[in-house]
């Protein structure tokens, strides 16, 4: 029984690795201004609005991608909520809103002690 046991936590354990690189790899894209689109809405997310919380994504990206840090279940959902979800203040056009919320997430996932803004702040003219 125990190395069924065993092989069960590995299993599990797997699968939150490939979660978690998965939610990298789409945190590392949504820190990407997207191109202005032909028809329809000109943008998705606002190029304002990733430009202010593409530290703090990139900083999650890298942090998930330890996998030695152990992180909720709940937490990774909220990381997911915040990038794919158009309710999010993320797809919103407040940079202040969304770039609270990437912060929060960021202290969540880092600690708030470690995390650090890669960058000046950069003023984008809309």
């Keep these: 029984m125990g190395g069924r046991a065993g092989k069960e936590q590995k299993m599990k354990r797997d699968r939150n690795i490939k979660k978690r690189r998965r939610l990298a790899r789409g945190l590392e ?17 606002q190029p304002s609005v990733t430009v202010a919380c593409a530290p703090s994504l990139l900083a999650i990206a890298t942090a998930l991608r330890e996998e030695a840090l152990v992180v909720d279940e709940d937490v990774l959902r909220s990381i997911w909520t915040f990038i794919c979800d158009g309710a999010s203040p993320f797809f919103g056009r407040d940079v202040t809103e969304a770039l609270r919320e990437a912060v929060r997430l960021q ?19 809309v």
């Design 29 to 45: 894209r949504a820190a990407v201004p997207e191109r202005p689109a032909l028809r329809g809405p000109r943008y998705l997310v």
């Design 107 to 125: 202290h969540i996932v880092v600690g708030a002690e470690t995390a650090v803004l890669a960058q000046e702040p950069i003023a984008v003219a």
